[in-house]
């Protein structure tokens, strides 16, 4: 069974950084995928970024292209998200999620999600 916990959310100003974790147990050759979502008050869940275990091949979405980096620690199994230059349309429950391909945007399409962990940004 695929476990996912996501870690490190919290209060941060805009323009600064914070950086997201997702611990993965149980990985499975299937779920060589993780992605992370993004889901702020009364909108639909976002899709942010993915990343492949083997090789480190990444996708962003086009809203935070050039402001967040997604990594993986292998040895660790876990992926990280580093947020830079943070803005209060950033605000939200962030998620990593595992199942989908890389470029695959849909939550559906993603079989195992953790638990999430707020962001949010100040003024």
């Known amino acids: 069974q695929v476990q996912l916990v996501e870690s490190g959310g919290g209060l941060v100003q805009a323009g600064g950084s914070l950086s997201l974790s997702c611990a993965a147990s149980?990985?499975?050759?299937?779920?060589?995928?993780v992605a992370w979502f993004r889901q702020a008050p009364g909108k639909e869940r976002e899709f942010v970024a993915s990343?492949?275990?083997?090789?480190?091949?990444?996708f962003y979405s086009d809203s935070v292209k050039g402001r967040f980096f997604i990594s993986r620690d292998n040895a660790k199994n876990t992926v990280y998200l580093q947020k830079n230059s943070v803005q209060p349309e950033d605000t939200a429950v962030y998620y990593c999620?595992?199942?989908?391909?890389?470029?695959?945007?849909?939550?559906?399409?993603?079989?195992?999600w953790g638990q999430g962990t707020q962001v949010t940004v100040s003024s």
């Open positions: 990343i492949r275990w083997r090789g480190g091949s990444t």
């Open positions: 149980g990985r499975t050759a299937s779920n060589d995928v």
């Open positions: 999620a595992t199942g989908g391909g890389l470029l695959d945007t849909i939550p559906k399409l993603y079989n195992y």
